[in-house]
């Protein structure tokens, strides 16, 4: 008996992987998003600006950040 392995602490590697895959989608996702989000403040006028309380200088802070921040 004292040969015996206890499987149940034995844990499979594919669960990890997944997370992490899923993980990595997410980051790239919500990365996409950004990079769109900032494509649709750089066509918008002063006035739209004004509209949504957003100066030039905070929408070209804004647009000079890589898509990943």
Same mark, same amino acid.
């Not at 649709?40 to 006028?45: E, G, K, T, V, Y």
């Not at 647009?63 to 990943?68: L, V, Y």
């Given at each position: *008996?004292?040969? $015996? +392995?206890?499987v149940s602490a034995i844990s499979s590697p594919a669960p990890v992987r #997944?997370? $992490?895959l899923r993980r990595l989608l =997410? +980051?790239?996702w919500q990365g996409l !998003? #950004?990079?769109r989000t900032r494509r $649709? $403040? @750089? +066509?918008? /006028?002063g006035r739209d600006? @004004? /509209?949504l309380g957003i100066s030039n200088a905070d #929408?070209?802070?804004e *647009? !000079? =950040?890589?898509?990943?921040r």
């Open positions: *008996m004292n040969d $015996l +392995q206890d #997944r997370h $992490l =997410k +980051q790239l !998003e #950004r990079a $649709l $403040l @750089a +066509q918008l /006028d600006l @004004a /509209d #929408r070209l802070n *647009m !000079e =950040k890589p898509f990943w």
